[in-house]
């Protein structure tokens, strides 16, 4: 984090075959852990799918964005437009 020494970065893992069962509640641990987290950055879109509901759960939504590489519309067109007005897509941010 070269250009930004007050950002600080936290890395969650939960590998692939646990993403159905503990990635939402992995992500609303360190959302309530920690309130000044303000942007979700999963590395594959499909992961979105359990991180948009931890989010809303613990009424973060009004702080935290989703920031995925494609918001690939096969896992986001489920969402409700306040979720989808939260996951910005790749091309917007460069």
């Not at 590998?15 to 309530?32: E, F, G, I, N, R």
């Not at 590489?69 to 979720?83: H, N, Q, R, V, Y």
Request: with cysteine.
């Amino acid at each position: 984090m070269d250009k930004c020494e007050e950002c600080k970065v936290q890395y969650l893992n939960v590998p692939v075959t646990d993403w159905a069962t503990h990635m939402k509640s992995t992500v609303q641990a360190a959302l309530l852990r920690d309130p000044s987290i303000n942007y979700i950055l999963p590395i594959y879109d499909g992961m979105a799918q359990s991180i948009v509901p931890a989010v809303e759960l613990t009424q973060s939504a009004d702080r935290v964005k989703i920031a995925t590489s494609t918001a690939a519309p096969m896992c986001c067109s489920s969402f409700s437009k306040a979720a989808s007005r939260r996951i910005w897509r790749k091309h917007r941010l460069g």
